[in-house]
C-alpha cells in the first residue's frame, strides 16, 4: 500500500503530537488508591512488563486473580470500570461472584467490589450511558433477565427484567441520554426496557410476536439475538432473526411508537445470521451479518439511506466460522473489524474494513488470531492490538491505510480491551490466564512512518 503526500502529512502531524505523550499519567501518583507497593485488593501489585518493542507500557498493574472473565466499559471523562467473574469456590458448579474495580482519573484504582454473588449467569452486557450510569445485564438459565445500574455513583438494587428471558443486548445514545436493553423472551417473542434513572427500569414492552418463531433457543448466545441501536435524535432501532419456512432479518424503529417491521434479507438457507447495528459518523444505520454460503459463511452488509435499506452487499466470503465483530466511529467514517476461522476452520483471521459514509474499502487481514481490541487514538485514527502466535502486537488504522504489525508484550493474552484516555493517552486491560492486568500506553514515533 503506497503512501500519498496527504497521507504523510497527516501522519507527520500525528507523529509530532504523540511526542509530547510519552509517558503517561494516570495511576503515577496523586494519592487515592494508586502508587507501587500496595496490596493487589487495594490498588494492585505494579510490575514491569515483558516488553519487545512498540507503544510503551507503563504502570502495569494486576487488577484481579482467578478471573474467568473480562468486561470493561468507560464514560464520556474516561473513568474506567472493570468487570470480572470468579467462580464459587467449593460452590455449586458455574456459579459465579461479579466483580467490578473503579479507575478514577484522580485517585486512580479503587478496591473491588463484590456486585453479583453466587450467580449461574450465561450471557452478559455491560455499557456506559451519556450521563455516566453503569448498566449491567445478565440471563440466569430457568429465571429470567436480570439489571443492576449505578445511577449517579450509587449502585441500585437488582432489578428482574421478566422471568424467563434470554440474551440481553443493550445500546446507550451516543448523542441522546436514551438507554435501552433488548431481549428474547422464552414465548420466543422480544420484549425491551428502558432506564428511567431514580426509578429503574421500566417494565417490559413486547416488540413483536411473529408467526415465525424468533430465535435464539433459551440460552443460545450465539446466533439470532436481538439487537438495539440508538441514533442521534434517540430513535431506537431493533433487528432479529426469524426461523421458520426461512430465515429472515428484520428491523423495526421505535419512538414513542413502533414503525412497521421490515425484512432486510431472507434466504431458504439454513444460517445463524447473528446480526448488528452500527452507526457511520453521518448516523447512517449499518446492519452487519452472516450468511450461510454453501459449506462457507460470508460477511454481509447493508446500508439505511434514511428512508430504506439498501440491497445487501458481500463484504467477506468463505469464512468458515461463528465471528466476531467490533467497530469504531471516527469523524471520518466507520472502522470494522471482523475475525473468523478460514479454511478447515483451524486458521484465525483477523480483518478490517473502513466505511467513509459512502464507499467501503476492501477487507484487509490485520492478523491470525480470533483475540484483539480496538481503541481510538483520535477523532481520525484507532488502534489495534492483538494477540498471534503468543505474542501481543500492534497496528494503527487511519481510513484505508494500515501500519505494519509492531510488537508489544512477549506473551499470550485474551479478553483485550483498550481505553481511550485522552487524544495522546490509552490504557489496555486483558487477561492472561486468571490474572486480569492493565496497562498505560504511549505511541513511539516509528509505528506513524510504517504504513504499507
Known sequence: MGKSTDRKRMMDTITTTFLLALCLCVGCGGGGNSGAGETMDNAGAFEEPTLVTGPILSNVVVLAENAAQLYVTENEAHDTSVFWAEPVMGGVVAEIDLYTRQLDRVSGWQDKEKLIENSRYSTFAVKTDMANNVHLFWQTPGEGVYAKSRYNQFWQDTQLLEEGGACPDIATGQQSYRTAVVWCQSSRSLSFSEFLGAQGWSEPTRISKEEDAIGPTLGDTYGNAPVVAIDGNGVLTFAWSTTGANI???????????????????????????????????????????????????????????????????????????????????????????ASTTGTGLTAELFYAFYNGVSWTEMSTIGETMNYGIGKIDEETNIVFYEEKNTTKARVIHSGSMTEPIDILDSRVEDINLVKLSDQEGMVVWRELLTVKAAQFSIPDDLFNRLE
Not at 285 to 293: A, D, E, G, P
Not at 309 to 324: D, I, K, P, V
Open 248 to 338: 429472515k432479518i428484520v428491523t423495526t424503529q421505535y419512538d414513542e411508537t413502533f414503525s412497521d417491521p421490515v425484512t432486510v434479507y431472507e434466504t431458504g438457507s439454513f444460517s445463524t445470521p447473528d446480526p448488528e447495528i452500527f452507526y457511520s459518523n453521518d448516523d447512517k444505520k449499518l446492519l452487519v451479518w452472516n450468511q450461510l454460503n454453501g459449506h462457507s459463511i460470508d460477511l454481509m452488509t447493508s446500508v439505511h439511506d434514511g428512508v430504506n435499506w439498501r440491497a445487501s452487499e458481500t463484504r467477506l466470503n468463505s469464512a468458515s466460522s461463528f465471528h466476531s465483530i467490533k467497530a469504531n466511529v471516527n469523524n471520518n467514517g466507520t472502522t470494522f473489524l471482523y
